[in-house]
């Protein structure tokens, strides 16, 4: 079993739709939460951090964590076909170390 | 530079040669990772650095992996006796220092394997 499960997707919605993302993990060890995007052939970059459970909000973008039921959320609300990219959960354990453990991703189209 | 800068940006080898892929990471930072990315998979660990020392080399495949920064800047991805199953993009990552904190990440550097 992975340490973090996300699904795949692809994902395809209409513009302007108000789009779910999540991840599992297994691990309790783990205390800080990000979602990356990803555009096709381009690195990953960051587009929310959380350390707590609960909510937090950047324009379009509200992240989620629940470290009792070892899930995260993003979500997208007005998506625009600027955000088709694919999302990338990340998780860390803390310490000393940056060393990420990513999800599959999920491929979002976002239709016009 | 701006950002975290990688090169070459594609390589194309054959099966059994010797690989070099080089990572210039923003300046000023000092934590420096190596990931790999397989066709429709997240970013798999490699190797992280804390200055010139890998603070933790956990996630390198075998020996044929060896990563160095000799002045803890510039690093280098070396690969031994290249083969099909390495195909992948080697993404390069810097951070201002250790701990939970934000990486960048380079556009990667596409590796194909005949």
């Known amino acids: 079993q992975k340490e973090v499960e996300q699904d795949p997707g692809p994902l395809s919605v209409p513009e302007g739709a108000i789009v779910s993302l999540n991840c599992t993990y297994s691990?309790?060890?783990?205390?800080?939460f990000m979602w990356y995007r990803q555009y096709s052939r381009k690195g990953p970059e960051l587009l929310m951090y959380?350390?707590?459970?609960g909510n937090k909000e950047d324009g379009r973008f509200t992240a989620q964590v629940d470290k009792s039921s070892k899930y995260i959320s993003l979500f997208i609300r007005d998506s625009q076909p600027s955000d088709s990219a694919t999302y990338l959960c990340?998780?860390?354990?803390?310490?000393?170390?940056?060393?990420?453990?990513f999800g599959t991703g999920t491929l979002l189209a976002v239709q016009p | 530079g701006a950002g975290v800068s990688q090169t070459p940006s594609n390589k194309v080898t054959e099966k059994g040669k010797y690989v070099e892929l080089r990572c210039d990471p923003i300046?000023?930072?000092?934590?420096l990772y190596w990931y790999r990315q397989s066709l429709g998979q997240g970013p798999e660990f490699l190797i992280y650095?804390?200055?010139?020392?890998?603070?933790?080399d956990s996630g390198l495949p075998n020996d044929r992996f060896f990563a160095v920064r000799p002045e803890g800047s510039v690093s280098t991805l070396k690969i031994q006796r290249t083969e099909r199953g390495d195909s992948a993009v080697y993404l390069c990552?810097?951070?201002?220092?250790?701990?939970?904190?934000?990486?960048?990440f380079g556009e990667g550097s596409r590796l194909t394997v005949l």
């Open positions: 990552a810097s951070s201002r220092g250790a701990g939970a904190g934000e990486l960048f």
């Open positions: 691990n309790s060890a783990f205390q800080y």
């Open positions: 959380t350390y707590s459970s």
């Open positions: 990340a998780m860390v354990k803390g310490g000393a170390t940056n060393k990420l453990i």
């Open positions: 300046s000023g930072h000092t934590a």
């Open positions: 650095f804390q200055g010139t020392g890998a603070a933790d």
